[in-house]
């Protein structure tokens, strides 16, 4: 004789299951913002931050960066500070890893700012490295040749490239984790809409960074 048997379990409860997710980024209060900079004279390749991808492997980038740490706040779906089981999540720009990751806060240190290569240094004094911007250094031993390890020295043996007056926008789009921000935008971000000055103003002994951040509401 065969037994069939027959389920008696019933659903006694349900619940909604709401998932967070990085959405966009928050416009700051003040919409412009000001950083004072120095340079420093760096070897750049993609393990660094700012990163350069796609140099060959021992192949590093020397540059003056001048970079003003510039908090940025990612926001929820609901325009809520991310939670803090964001924290430790990769940030990347247009796919890359730029080596910054969300803190407890829901935010992130963008580094804002050019590199400039010394090549662009005009001034016919200037001590500049014999070279081109790219030089090989071994990516076993690590070991630099003598103008990298000059170059990147502090201080530096070699002269700071300068920043020349100059205003552009970021043109960068954001992911947090697999996330890209801002997806009603295309992708296209309240980072990448900033308007960005870089030079010195008259009087003024430092480099400055200037920002202005877009309407939130354009």
Known sequence: MLATQVSTKKVISSATVLVLEPYSVQVPTNAVQKFSVAGRNRSLDASTSPAVTGLPQGVVVLATVYAAPVPVTVLDQFTHPL????????????????????????????????????????????????????????????????????????????????????????????????????????????????????????GDPQYNILINWPDPKQ
């Open 83 to 202: 939670d803090p089981i964001f924290a430790g999540t990769a940030v990347t720009e247009d796919g890359d890893d730029i080596h910054l990751s969300i803190d407890a806060s829901g935010s992130y240190l963008d580094p804002v700012g050019p590199g400039i290569s010394p090549s662009n240094n005009q001034n016919p004094a200037a001590h500049k490295p014999p070279q081109d911007s790219y030089h090989e250094y071994d990516a076993t031993t690590k070991v630099m040749s003598p103008v990298v390890a000059g170059w990147i020295s502090v201080p530096s043996k070699y002269d700071l490239a300068p920043i020349y007056n100059t205003y552009g926008q970021s043109n960068t789009n954001v992911e947090v984790g697999t996330h890209r921000l801002e997806p009603q935008l295309g992708g296209t971000t309240s980072i990448s809409k900033r308007g960005v000055y870089l030079g010195s103003y008259t």
